[in-house]
């Protein structure tokens, strides 16, 4: 046995990731380019920098306590401007989503519908509810209506795509065996789609409640009404303080749809 | 679903008379707070403005076509600045997230109180819109690809540390307890017996969170920081709505890009 | 070599699965726990390396008492007690090699063990213990490619290679078909044998118990109900262990293992494993 024993080898390497070495170091190399490119491209002005952080200081300090006394009431107006917009946006535009969503799940829809469905869903995707609000802003002037317009359409692009994805992805036998007994489209949808799809859709919502109530906290900033707007002007005045308690607020609030949205979707299922 | 005894004999019903009822008031509670909702908002809406809105849509519309292909040679830089906004911002989001992750995760928490701390660092920074971020950090460092990168990486932190605790809590734990069981620290346990597990939606969640970050940076301009944003925004203001139709295809292309470099990179991966 | 004193393990759900097991191991010994599922048969034998933390009693391995001791010592007692898993429980996304490798965690640094730099004679000796059970040719290849019975033998090097006095075997068995079982029992024989190894290996199939020990041990609802040679295990006895049940069919002559292994690449050593194998 000690005479074998000395002819097994003694070095032993980890084979690479990847083993193709020319992609390997390629990769490798192409990223640290970049890397290098991608800092030395950027335009930072470092004394601008140095200068602010007393100004961080004292936005941290804020905090420490932040100022929730609100004295021109601009707060809870905005707070709440923005949990009606995000409720009100949610509604219609889960409301919208169901017959798009519908129309965009190619098993269920003809291809003409499913082509413009998608095409929907696509459009409202692509652009940053952001950008949605500043359209709706020039469009239906600053306010709160604006806001809803974008966050809706934002709704839509999210909403409708997991929804066609998720019809797409149910279990063909259910659908088929309901089919068979002679039921028509509308009953049909009712007994053998919606039953799969609902409890996913139903945590999907708030999930989706609780992103609207984020946006809408930014829509503001371009117009859109909401806590956006009143943030914007705290920091414009510097006002740190209020800043925070409205910073904090929105965490809160965030926090509290988060763990409702858990025990929803517990309890859905 | 319980069989209901009437004069009739047993009737089938699909939910008890209370459960009907408190359903009932589930839904009426919602359209009442729907109809609040609808009526303050509208209470703040200029009805004229959206009565003529079509009209100005249309106008908009019109004026937006052709877009100015001759503006793209000045949207090149901007373009290079979005993406490094959006690479870079994920590479600080992943290097601050990994820690975070495995302070958050039940089973690699050193400590309850450090696993609260990591889940409030998670929450704060998923609650806070990467707008919100870019504002502050404009005001504190100046305006500037600076405070887009740094705000995209603190927007990110959350969100990847939320799925990679959530990926640590789920690995298969006889693997760890294999590795236990040799006599391996505790150090070693982590990286024997969870890195390799969690690896692969590591580099999943990054290159996620990349594609969401590059459509999150072409706002970022919005409050001065950096990228295409900016030259957006400016092109609204002066009312070039032929730059701007350019620059919403632009943003178009590249989203399309990434999310495909992304879907490819995540097929690859898992 | 190992004793236990009146251990006891009670879950925080409250179930009490082991009642005051008392058990002396004698060097070299191959055991075979035996006992319905939820008999207490895992804990039993995660209760020695402490996986699981007994709740009354004590574990003595030679004379060092393995309940007491601090986190930083029990690490290196582990060492001396290898570990083999029903689901083989290998780290499936590392190398064969890795995995084998990750059996001499408790002997090298941290940093040593990031790198995958390993002392020479670690790597000699997992190339030979692969080698040894007929998967050098894997080495290289990640655990998740490789069948049960082979995953099974990897997990067997994990365990060797710590170079301990006492193997700990939970359902070895479990997820492999009846001929892999069999040579998976087999080799953990033979290598007990060779190495002169004491073994507790967790079974709930009594015909392979009985083909592959020296002592058989049946647990009950926590508790001991036999302790005897595998020829002991006579209807009336499995009826204590196991509940009402016609055992004269499992009940066979099970002297020498007469199946004749096909050249399958799968097993290099076969035939010579007697269920007397050990070293007494």
Redesign the interface.
Known sequence: MSETLNTFPDTWKKPPLIRNPTLRWGLIVGFAIYLAIALGTMDVNWQRAWEGIPRGQRFILAFFPPDFSDSRNVVWDGILESVWMAIIATVAGIALSVPIGLGAASNLAPKWVYFFCRSIVAGSRTFPEIILAIFAVKLFGFGPFAGFVALSIGTIGFFAKLLAEDIENMSASQAEAIKATGASWFQWINYAIQPQVMPRMIGLSVYRLDINFRESAVVGIVGGGGIGATLNTAFDRYEFDTAAAILLIIIGIVMVLEYISGYLRKWVQ | MPLIETSDGPMWKRRTPQKRLAIFMGWLFGFVIVFYAWRLISEKTIWFFVQDAPKQAFDIATRMVPPKFSYMERLWVPVWDTLNIATLGTVIALAIAIPVAFAAARNTTPHPIVRAIAIFIIVASRSVNSLIWALILVLILGPGVLAGTIAIGLRSVGFCAKLLYEGIEEIDHSQVEAIEATGASRMQQMLYGIVPQVLPTFAGVGVFRWDINIRESTILGLVGAGGIGIELSGSINTLAWTQVSMILLVILLTVIVSEWVSAKVRGAII | MLRLEGLSKRYKTGDEALKGVDLEIPDGQVIALIGPSGAGKSTLIRCV?R?VEPTKGKVYLGDLELTGLSSGAL?????K???I?Q?Y???????V??NV???????VS?FA??T?K?P??D??E???LL?RVGLMHM??KRADELSGGQRQRV?IC?ALI?DPDLL?VDEPTASLDPKTSRQIMRLINELCAERGLAAIINIHDVLLAQMFSQRVVGLELGSIVYDGPPDGLTPEVLTRIYGEEDWEATIENVDDDDEVEEDDGELVNVGIAKRTGGNE
Not at chain 3, 101 to 107: A, F, I, P, T, V
């Open positions: 390396n996986l690490r290196k007692a582990r060492r007690m290898g570990m898993f689901e429980a290998l780290v499936e996304r590392l190398t090699m890795e490798l990750s059996g001499r965690l408790g002997y941290f063990s990031w995958r390993f020479k004679k790597i000699r997992a190339y030979r080698d080495a290289d997990g994990r710590q700990l």
